[in-house]
């Protein structure tokens, strides 16, 4: 039996509600766009049935940062895995393999056939490069739903900051709908706004550090303001 009863903020939440075959989360630091990630990839996971891949910019990033946090909430979800060193992978007992590859090495983005996919911190690299290794892994999404509810579907994520980065720009913002403009109050009473555009098949969630306040240090939200 796995846990259901994870917290998610708001974004987080509208995020994996949403069936968009492709989606954006851009935020600010703190905003908890790398919680997001493992949350995101058991639900493609579990959706789809098929392999999928999450990918950082470097070898370091996946060591130190990802790994750690994909493995911690498996492990409190409850599901069944094992980690196998060569190649990069997690096996989750009834539902496939979760490939983890390093962005900065096209190579390792090469060869796969995948129903899913995730990149993090694509805005360190130059929009130029962000296009390939997005379009690369496009190319990869070849394994369609074998879940009833979403046959034949296919997803594809990715997390960076959205103001002024032009790769953002170019697959979210450009023509985009502005879908709704909703206002919110943190846990400490201070309003934030958050924003949802639309277009096509693609759907950027704008999110706040405000929002997931609950997991930061007491005073540091406010900090922020006072600075």
């Known amino acids: 039996m796995y846990q259901t009863d994870i917290p998610l903020t708001d974004s987080q939440f509208d995020i994996i509600k949403s069936d968009s075959k492709f989606k954006g989360f851009g935020a ?3 905003a908890g766009k790398t919680d997001l990630i493992p949350k995101l990839a058991l639900d493609y996971l579990f959706k789809t049935n098929q392999n999928g891949l999450i990918a950082e ?3 370091t990033m996946n060591e130190e940062l990802i790994k750690p946090n994909i493995e911690s909430y498996m492990t409190k979800v409850g599901v069944r895995f094992k980690y196998y060193g060569t190649p990069k992978n997690w096996y989750v007992t009834d539902f496939g393999n979760v490939l ?3 962005m900065n090495n096209r190579a390792s983005l090469e060869g796969h056939n995948l129903g ?3 990149v993090d ?3 360190l690299f130059p929009t130029e490069k962000a296009l ?3 379009n690369i892994l496009i190319s990869k999404l070849t394994l369609g739903s074998t879940v009833k509810e979403y046959l034949d579907k296919t997803y594809g994520c990715v997390v960076a900051t959205n103001e002024g980065y032009k790769f953002m720009y170019s697959q979210f913002y450009k023509d985009a709908i502005e879908t709704y403009v909703q206002h919110y109050t943190s846990i400490d009473g201070l309003p934030y706004k ?4 639309q277009r096509d ?3 950027l969630f704008i999110g706040s550090v405000m929002e997931n306040e609950r997991n930061l240090p007491p005073g540091y939200v406010q900090m922020l303001i006072d600075n």
């Open 194 to 197: 958050r924003r949802t555009l």
């Open 121 to 123: 911190e694509i805005d």
């Open 100 to 102: 983890l590859r390093t």
């Open 28 to 30: 600010a630091y703190k």
């Open 57 to 59: 910019p470097t070898y």
């Open 116 to 118: 899913w996919f995730i």
């Open 132 to 134: 390939e290794i997005w």
């Open 201 to 203: 098949e693609y759907e």
